[in-house]
C-alpha cells in the first residue's frame, strides 16, 4: 500500500517570524531608500552628473550615501520578498550576506579599539585637510561648520591651526588673512538675529585671554574625544542593539528556511 505522508501545516508562531521578518525589512528597504534618495539628491543639487563635473564624482562625499543606500535596499528588499515568498535562495542569500555584515563589524570593533591611537593621528590628518580645502569644497566645509558649531570648537587641536587654509594664513592678502571662520565665534550673530561673517576676522593675531571672548579656544578632535567619552555608553549600547537586531534577522531567518523545508518533504 502506498504510505501517506503526514502533511505539514505551518504554525502562529511561523506566520508571526515571516511577517515580523518582512515587516522589518521593509521598513529597512524604505530606510534604505530614503538614504538612496539624499545621495542622489545631494549630487543633483551641486551638478555633480554635468559632464564638466563627472570625473570628479568618484570623490564626492554624497556618493558614500548613494552607495549605503543602495547597498542597504538591494539587502533588505531581498529579505523581504524571500520572507514574503518564502524563496529559499534568497533567504540564503540574505542570511549569508547579514552574517558576513556581522563578522566585519565585530572586527571593526575590534581593529578599532585596539588602533585608537593610530586612528586619532588619521583623523588628526583628515580634519586639517578639511580645513585646507574649507573655501574650496561645499562638503567639507559644511563638515567642518557642523562640528565647530556642534562641539563649540575652533581648529583641530587650537584656533591657529587655521594656519594651514591659503585664505586664513597671515600671510594672505585678503581679508580673511590671520582669521577664522564665523563658526568659531562664540557669538556669530549680531544683535540675536543677522549671521555676523566677518566675528572671526584677525582672531590668530589675538592672544588667548583676548580671543576666548571672541572665539572658542578648544580644539575640535579634543571635542569629539570628549563627545565620545561622554556617550560611550549610548555608543555601545547602540552598536550591540544593531547587531542583536541582525543576529535575530539570521535566526528567523534559517527558522523560515528551516520551515520551507519541511513543507516540501511533507508537501
Not at 58 to 74: E, K
Not at 212 to 224: E, K, M, P, R, T
Request: hydrophobic share 45%; proline share 2%; with cysteine.
Amino acid at each position: 500500500p502506498t504510505r501517506i505522508r503526514p502533511h505539514y501545516s505551518y504554525s502562529l508562531m511561523d506566520y508571526f517570524l515571516k511577517y515580523f521578518l518582512f515587516l522589518c525589512n521593509l521598513l529597512f528597504t524604505v530606510l534604505g531608500l530614503v538614504v538612496l534618495g539624499l545621495g542622489i539628491w545631494g549630487l543633483a543639487s551641486k551638478e555633480s552628473f554635468a559632464q564638466e563635473k563627472i570625473g570628479a564624482i568618484g570623490t564626492d562625499p554624497m556618493l558614500i550615501l548613494l552607495t549605503l543606500g543602495f547597498l542597504l535596499t538591494l539587502l533588505c528588499l531581498t529579505g523581504c520578498v524571500g520572507a514574503l515568498r518564502e524563496n529559499s535562495c534568497l533567504l540564503k542569500m540574505f542570511s549569508v550576506i547579514v552574517l558576513v555584515l556581522i563578522t566585519f563589524e565585530v572586527l571593526f570593533a575590534i581593529v578599532a579599539y585596539t588602533v585608537q591611537d593610530q586612528i586619532e593621528g588619521y583623523l588628526r590628518s583628515g580634519m586639517l585637510a578639511a580645513m585646507a580645502g574649507y573655501q574650496d569644497d561645499l562638503d567639507l566645509r559644511f563638515i567642518t561648520d557642523e562640528i565647530q558649531l556642534g562641539l563649540q570648537c575652533c581648529g583641530v587641536d587650537t584656533y591657529r591651526d587655521w594656519e594651514v587654509n591659503i585664505y586664513y594664513n597671515c600671510s594672505a592678502p585678503g581679508v580673511l588673512a590671520c582669521g577664522v571662520p564665523a563658526t568659531c565665534c562664540v557669538d556669530p550673530l549680531e544683535n540675536g538675529t543677522v549671521w555676523n561673517s566677518q566675528c572671526g576676522v584677525g582672531a590668530q593675531l589675538l592672544d588667548e585671554f583676548t580671543a576666548q571672548s571672541v572665539i572658542f579656544l578648544g580644539g575640535c578632535l579634543g571635542g569629539i574625544s570628549r563627545w565620545i567619552e561622554q556617550h560611550e555608553g549610548l555608543i555601545g549600547t547602540v552598536g550591540v542593539v544593531v547587531v542583536g537586531v541582525q543576529i535575530l534577522a539570521v535566526l528567523v531567518a534559517t527558522r523560515l528556511l528551516e520551515n520551507i523545508h519541511r513543507h516540501k518533504v511533507h508537501a
